[in-house]
């Protein structure tokens, strides 16, 4: 379908819903990715070290904390969105290999054009569905797998399961770690379970988010961080603290107590992530 603008603002027909690509009105160079009204990125074309959204900055910490500082990492993207932390780690850490899964191809081609990424022959990205390019990954080739894939803002049913846990957990090296991006509400079912599926296979884990979220009084985003060696608690609670939003770690036995006995998901039973509540996103647009 045709492209149209208004004002800088643009406005094209993808193929998985209606993008908006709006420029920010008080930070020249930033903007805003929403698909069918839901924002979905945020970048800023002259520094990507600047992360708009409180979740990106919490998986953002959780990538600076993991490798010493400006050490070259390998990770695997599922979800490209406007390609916000991959802009990210090729800044911070110059060198990294990078590989980028999204769905959409419209997309890909949108953000190409009107965004456009740095060229940098490690940063690969592909039109392919997540599970696909796990499945295809040969074992233990990745540093980090950053899971934030949504459709019609919702996570989907595929991307939930101990199976596809399992297929994260196979393609990650030994010290390796899942940053997943889990969006729930009140009473977080959605969230609970996915920590129990999680640990099942990386159970080395640790859960950031704002307090009012994690107890179940609002929607928002939970960062969950998943490996087989002990997360950086410690320097995540200071990150999250010190946030301008500031946010808490959930760990150990906490974080059992989160997980409540929640059921492992398969695939046989998997659903889609629950949605945001209606107008939660309508003051953005």
């Not at 520094?47 to 050490?71: C, K, M, S």
């Not at 009140?186 to 704002?210: F, K, N």
Request: with cysteine; proline share 8%.
């Amino acid at each position: 379908m045709g492209r149209k603008r208004a004002g800088d603002r643009v406005v094209e027909r993808v193929d998985t819903g209606l993008a908006e690509l709006v420029p920010s009105a008080d930070r020249p160079g930033s903007w805003t990715l929403l698909l069918d009204g839901a924002p979905q990125s945020h970048v800023d074309l002259s520094d990507p070290t600047h992360l708009e959204f409180e979740y990106v900055r919490r998986l953002a910490a959780a990538l600076d904390l993991i490798a010493p500082p400006g050490e070259p990492l390998r990770v695997l993207h599922l979800g490209g969105g406007a390609l916000t932390l991959p802009r990210y780690v090729s800044a911070t850490r110059p060198g990294s290999t990078q590989r980028v899964s999204e769905v959409d191809g419209a997309l890909v081609e949108l953000v190409r054009r009107v965004l456009p990424w740095p060229a940098d022959a490690r940063l690969r990205v592909r039109v392919q569905d997540a599970r696909a390019v796990l499945t295809s990954t040969r074992d233990a080739s990745y540093d980090v797998v950053v899971a934030d894939v949504f459709a019609g803002a919702r996570t989907p049913a595929h991307l939930t399961s101990v199976e596809y846990a399992a297929e994260v957990a196979r393609v990650l090296r030994p010290a390796g770690w899942l940053l997943a991006n889990l969006a729930d509400g009140p009473p977080l079912r959605y969230a609970r379970s996915q920590v129990a599926t999680v640990r099942s296979v990386l159970p080395q884990a640790c859960l950031v988010g704002d307090a009012g979220v994690l107890r179940g009084r609002r929607y928002g985003n939970l960062v969950l961080i998943a490996g087989r060696t002990t997360p950086p608690v410690p320097g995540l609670t200071r990150r999250a603290a010190g946030d301008w939003f500031p946010g808490r770690v959930v760990a150990d036995d906490e974080l059992d107590r989160f997980a409540g006995g929640a059921a492992v998901v398969r695939d046989a039973d998997a659903t889609g992530s629950d949605p945001p509540p209606p107008g939660l996103f309508s003051v953005r647009r």
